[in-house]
């Protein structure tokens, strides 16, 4: 009972997340070679979708132009992400802010990661399957290191 609650608190922190990073993309214009890196972090599938669309735009995106090209499913998705605050007078605090969102976003995928094999590790325990339980537990290592550095920069 109290995974399916760390499951939907996760996945509730992940779509806050994916939004305000997305409502910074599409209300700020960023630049589409950065908003390409950020394809990896997106994992809800209609925000991915969104993304995928609004990077196949040629040049800069007209949200009015961009909306009547969405499928209908998707309008209301992105016109809630554009009534997001986003303060856009600032340069310097909407690259910080940017910047904080894709770490956060960066250690929602690694707990969500560490989970996964963790309740692999658990799994295969009874399995008697030594190397590769081995194997998972090294890249558990590794996966904590790493959240372990970006919860530091995040201090």
Known sequence: FEKKDEESDSKNRRDVLEDYLLAHIFQTFSNIQDAEKLKDLIKTPVRKKLLDLYLSQEGSVDPIVFTDRLPPEMVEIFSNLLL????TENLEKIEDEEKRLIKELKMVNLREQILFLSQEVQRKT???????????QRELSILGQELSVLEGEMV
């Not at 399957?129 to 081995?134: A, S, V, Y």
């Open 84 to 87: 997001i605050e986003v303060k």
């Open 126 to 136: 009874n399995e008697e399957n030594t190397p590769e339980i081995e194997q998972m």
